[in-house]
C-alpha cells in the first residue's frame, strides 16, 4: 500500500520561512517524479513544483519561482520543500504526488498524471 505522508505546515507571519516534508512508503521512491500541489479554501488544486526521479531537474509555478525550492533525498524516501519570504496568498493545504509513470522523461503539471497523493499539510501565512 502506496502511502505519502507531509509534515511541517503550520502558522508563520508573512515573510516568514517553512519546510515541509513528505515520506513515502510503498512504492520505490527513487523511481518516480514527485510534485507538490496546492489547494486554498474555494480554489480548485493547482501545481507548485515538480522534481524528476533523480533530483536533476525541477520546475516551478511561476507564483513560487525564486521563493522555494523542492528537493528530495532517495536514501530516506523524502521529499521537501522549502518556501521563503511567504505571503499571505501562499495560504492553502499542500499536497505532496507521486507521478503515475516510471522515470517519465518530463516534469508534469496536471492532477491527473500523478496517481498518488499525501493527507495535504495546512500552510497559512497571516500578514
Known amino acids: 500500500q502506496v502511502q505519502l505522508v507531509e509534515s511541517g505546515g503550520g502558522l508563520v507571519q508573512a515573510g516568514g520561512s517553512l519546510r515541509l516534508s513528505c515520506v513515502v512508503s510503498?512504492?520505490?521512491?527513487?523511481?518516480?517524479?514527485m510534485g507538490w500541489f496546492r489547494q486554498a479554501p474555494g480554489k480548485e488544486r493547482e501545481f507548485v513544483a515538480a522534481i524528476n526521479w533523480n533530483g536533476a531537474s525541477t520546475y516551478y509555478a511561476d507564483s513560487v519561482k525564486g521563493r522555494f525550492t523542492i528537493s528530495r533525498d532517495n536514501t530516506k524516501d523524502t521529499l521537501y520543500l522549502q518556501m521563503n519570504s511567504l505571503k499571505p496568498e501562499d495560504t492553502a493545504i499542500y499536497y505532496c504526488?507521486?507521478?503515475?509513470?516510471?522515470?517519465?522523461?518530463?516534469?508534469?503539471?496536471?492532477?491527473?498524471?500523478?496517481?498518488?497523493w499525501g493527507q495535504g499539510t495546512q500552510v497559512t501565512v497571516s500578514s
Open positions: 504526488a507521486a507521478d503515475s509513470r516510471f522515470r517519465r522523461t518530463v516534469l508534469v503539471v496536471s492532477t491527473g498524471d500523478y496517481a498518488d
Open positions: 510503498g512504492r520505490t521512491f527513487s523511481t518516480y517524479n
